[in-house]
């Protein structure tokens, strides 16, 4: 569902992506870890069509990624949810549907079904001013899909729920998945990787280090420990800060 074949992105001299393939297949979970600045935003920006890459194809199920029809088979939820602060939750859902053109009618029973997943009924016809964080996330949860999307990407999707909210999300993305949807997550939780993904991509400077099942990457690496092992191992983040001898050296130095 989701193709990325040497794909660059650059701002300037500087290349936030370089040389990037990845692929996301229909009902696979796939986990896109990297350190800060290691080019995941940009590269989901490029898959939902919101940057274009400088070189290379983004296609999202056969489609270009910046195209109409890529657009009506994503749904994309970014690290900070955005409502609009005077209408309720059900009101913005209701506008969504309206957004897409889908049959109010049917979309009724759809918004009903996702109010009652994410257990919204205490809140959703409140005005969402007075929502917290993890109400707000799981309002923007549920307005992407309620077009039944065929790629969910999400970026951070966890940051400050609380464990009932993010045990919610957790499952959302697994029944997703295990229903035919392409799941792109970038997240910084290496331990949410680890319990969910089918496979694990992993970034640094816009490049992709590694990429497959935590099997496949703990063989290849050969490292049979935690993921944040083999993260910090891949990504050069088991070195010290400072090593002995320039400690020592710059001791000297001020001495």
């Known amino acids: 569902m989701i193709e990325l074949r040497g794909v660059t992105k650059s701002f300037g001299t500087k290349k936030a992506v370089d040389h990037l393939d990845l692929s996301v297949r229909a009902g696979e979970l796939f986990a896109f870890l990297g350190p800060n600045g290691a080019g995941k935003t940009t590269t989901i ?14 296609k999202v199920g056969g489609f270009p990624a910046s195209s109409a029809e890529a657009r009506q088979l994503i749904a994309y939820v970014p690290d900070q949810p955005y409502l609009y602060e ?5 009101e913005f859902l209701r506008f969504v549907v309206e957004m897409y053109g ?8 759809r918004i009903n079904e996702l109010i009652e997943t994410f257990e919204m009924g205490d809140y959703v016809d409140d005005l969402s001013e007075n929502y917290s964080h993890g109400m707000k996330q799981r309002v923007v949860f549920a307005s992407a899909l309620v077009h039944d999307p065929k790629v969910l990407i999400v970026d951070e999707p966890l940051v400050g729920l609380d464990p009932r909210s993010a045990r919610i999300v957790k499952d959302l993305f697994v029944s997703q998945a295990r229903s035919g949807v392409a799941v792109l997550m970038s997240t910084h939780l290496l331990s949410i990787a680890e319990e969910l993904a089918d496979t ?3 970034v640094d400077h816009g490049r992709m280090l590694a990429n497959g099942t935590l099997a496949e990457l703990r063989e290849r690496v050969q490292i049979h420990g935690p993921l944040e092992e083999l993260f910090l191992k891949l990504t050069g983040g088991d070195r010290p800060l400072v090593d ?3 400690l020592v050296e710059s001791r000297d130095a001020i001495g």
Not at 102 to 109: F, I, Q
């Open 200 to 202: 694990i991509g992993i």
């Open 244 to 246: 002995g001898p320039q």
């Open 45 to 58: 920006k490029m898959v939902c069509g919101l940057l274009r890459p400088t070189a290379g194809s983004v």
């Open 102 to 109: 889908l049959d109010p009618r049917a979309s009724t029973r």
């Open 86 to 90: 005077k209408l309720t939750g059900r």
